[in-house]
Structure formats: structure tokens, C-alpha cells
């Protein structure tokens, strides 16, 4: 009977430390686990269609040290980047809704490396449908109802603007607030429907300011000029790179004053405004690419000055 009460104690004493062990091993585990990110989403939690939505990724408070932070929506996945006013630790991602897109609540994924495994954290937001008119624009019908030569060119210079946004550098080049790159009124905002010669062709994805041939056109931001060339339907352009997954586009200039692979300053001078390209007059057309998306570049303005100055 001793014998028995002593292997019921030995069993007894086994198991209290067995769950003692298991214990300290999900504590273990626990402490291994990363804390989630602090997200702050300007303007707010709710954006328009073709607009720009920044995320403020607080890591301060982690336990453990953050790798290789990025944003996921959609099909799209871009790197964080360190915030341009805000102590280390604190990162942000912009996020360009396309025009058009289905309105209504959406999701988007922080997706961070700790301790050697993935981890994430989903955000939610709404999307709203714009307010945009139609703009009844006549050209020569040759810039309509293209030629095989013209859709040829069009094909090739597409596919060159499309490796030049999918080359963009990651490092930070701009500073501070964005400004416009003229100052002239607006005559046609982001978004509009595009009716040449009454056919239906596109969805405005840019900006276009009265500018009279020969008005200075300056930069937006510092960056790294990609393109300075005529295309088909652009006329000379410049396509300004300012990392971070930001481009400037400077259409139908009458003169060019910059050269690719130049490094510019915030205001220098990019050209002279024109009617170069499908055009029906002189103006200024200003399109802005964020991580893929061409934004409204009035709202994006407005979206990068709370993220600097809040």
C-alpha cells in the first residue's frame, strides 16, 4: 500500500510539473508574439474613387524588431517606407484607389516579418463613388481612329511608360509638401469621361490646368526625370520619378527643359506648356502615379500635407 501511494505521489508530482512546463512554454510563446502595428489612416476612413489613402504604421511600442513592412490591396503589394516627419519606428504607405472601382468597404493587409515568421494585420476602410462630368473634346480624326502606324507607336511607348513605373526607386526622393506645378484655373478635373469626336476613349486620369503656350511648368516635388520625350498622345512630356512608388507626369509641353536621368529640385523648371499631341488647345495636363494607380493630383496634395504637418 505504501509502494502505491508513493508511485500516486511520484504520477501526481509528474503531472504538476508537466503543466507546469506547459505553461511556461505558451507563456514562451506568447512573449514571442509581436505586437500589432498602431495604424493611422489619413484622410481618413473613407476616400473616393481615385483618390489617395495614407497609412501611419506606428512600431514604437514593438517588443521585437520589424522587417520588411509592406501593404497589400488587391493584386498590388509595395513596400512601407520610413515617415518623412516622424520619429524612427514610424513608417507610412500610400494607397491609390483605381478609377473606377466598385464602392462599399474594403480591406487592406500590413504584412511585417518578427521573429522570423510573417505576420499581419487587416485595415478596413470605405471607397465612394466620385462626382465626375463629361468632357466633349474634338481632335483630327487621325488621333481617333489611329492608323496601323500610330497603333504601333502607341503599343511601344505604352510598354516603355509601363517599365518606367514599375522601375521607380524605393528611397524617398520628395520633401516636404507637394505643390502644383502651375498656376493656372482649372479647366478639367481628375476623373472626368474623355468624349473625342463624341467615341467614349478614357477616364480623365490627370489634371488640366489653363496654361497659354509658353507658361512655365515646374515640378511638384524633387525626383529623378525618367522620360523627356514626345509621345503620340501625351506630346512632350516629363515623367518625373519621386520614389516611394510616386511619379509626376508634365504633358503637352511645347519645350522641354529637363533630360532623363537628371535630378531636379521642388519648382525648377520642367518646360513650357503647349498643345503638343491629342489636344484641342494649349494646356497643362498633370497626372500623378502612386504605387501603380494614377490619383487625383488635387487630393493627393492634400493627403501628403496632413502627412508632413499634422
Known amino acids: 500500500m505504501i509502494a502505491s501511494l508513493?508511485?500516486?505521489?511520484?504520477?501526481?508530482?509528474?503531472?504538476?510539473?508537466?503543466?507546469?512546463?506547459?505553461?511556461?512554454?505558451?507563456?514562451?510563446?506568447?512573449?514571442?508574439?509581436?505586437?500589432?502595428?498602431?495604424?493611422?489612416?489619413?484622410?481618413?476612413?473613407?476616400?473616393?474613387?481615385?483618390?489617395?489613402?495614407?497609412?501611419?504604421i506606428d512600431t514604437r511600442h514593438f517588443t521585437l524588431s520589424v522587417s520588411n513592412l509592406q501593404v497589400r490591396f488587391q493584386n498590388r503589394t509595395f513596400p512601407a517606407s520610413d515617415h518623412p516627419s516622424k520619429p524612427a519606428g514610424v513608417f507610412f504607405g500610400l494607397v491609390g484607389i483605381p478609377l473606377p472601382s466598385k464602392a462599399g468597404r474594403n480591406i487592406l493587409a500590413l504584412e511585417w516579418t518578427a521573429a522570423g515568421r510573417r505576420h499581419s494585420k487587416t485595415v478596413a476602410f470605405r471607397t465612394t463613388e466620385g462626382r465626375y462630368r463629361i468632357d466633349k473634346i474634338t481632335v483630327d480624326s487621325g488621333q481617333v481612329n489611329l492608323s496601323k502606324k500610330d497603333l504601333a507607336r502607341v503599343k511601344k511607348e505604352k510598354q516603355e511608360i509601363q517599365h518606367i513605373y514599375a522601375e521607380g526607386s524605393l528611397v524617398r526622393l520628395w520633401h516636404g509638401r507637394f505643390q502644383l506645378p502651375t498656376g493656372g484655373e482649372v479647366t478639367s478635373p481628375y476623373g472626368n469621361k474623355r468624349m473625342f469626336n463624341n467615341q467614349l476613349r478614357s477616364f480623365h486620369r490627370g489634371v488640366?490646368?489653363?496654361?497659354?503656350?509658353?507658361?512655365?511648368?515646374?515640378?511638384?516635388?524633387?525626383?529623378?526625370?525618367?522620360?523627356?520625350?514626345?509621345?503620340?498622345?501625351?506630346?512632350?512630356?516629363?515623367?518625373?520619378?519621386?520614389?516611394?512608388?510616386?511619379?509626376?507626369?508634365?504633358?503637352?509641353?511645347?519645350?522641354?527643359?529637363?533630360?532623363?536621368?537628371?535630378?531636379?529640385?521642388?519648382?525648377?523648371?520642367?518646360?513650357?506648356?503647349?498643345?503638343?499631341?491629342?489636344?484641342?488647345?494649349?494646356?497643362?495636363?498633370?497626372?500623378?502615379?502612386?504605387?501603380?494607380?494614377?490619383?487625383?493630383?488635387?487630393?493627393?496634395?492634400?493627403?501628403?500635407?496632413?502627412?508632413?504637418?499634422?
Open 6 to 56: 508513493k508511485r500516486t505521489s511520484a504520477l501526481g508530482v509528474t503531472l504538476w510539473l508537466a503543466v507546469i512546463a506547459l505553461s511556461a512554454a505558451a507563456d514562451a510563446r506568447q512573449t514571442a508574439l509581436p505586437n500589432l502595428p498602431e495604424v493611422t489612416t489619413l484622410p481618413g476612413d473613407e476616400v473616393a474613387h481615385g483618390g489617395t489613402l495614407a497609412l501611419e
Open 208 to 310: 488640366d490646368f489653363r496654361a497659354p503656350a509658353g507658361t512655365s511648368v515646374h515640378a511638384a516635388n524633387s525626383g529623378i526625370v525618367r522620360l523627356a520625350k514626345n509621345l503620340f498622345f501625351s506630346g512632350n512630356i516629363a515623367i518625373v520619378d519621386h520614389g516611394t512608388g510616386i511619379f509626376t507626369n508634365y504633358a503637352h509641353l511645347s519645350q522641354l527643359a529637363v533630360t532623363p536621368g537628371q535630378r531636379i529640385k521642388k519648382g525648377q523648371l520642367v518646360g513650357l506648356s503647349g498643345a503638343t499631341g491629342r489636344v484641342s488647345g494649349p494646356h497643362l495636363h498633370w497626372g500623378i502615379k502612386v504605387n501603380g494607380v494614377y490619383v487625383n493630383p488635387l487630393q493627393f496634395i492634400e493627403v501628403i500635407a496632413s502627412l508632413v504637418e499634422p
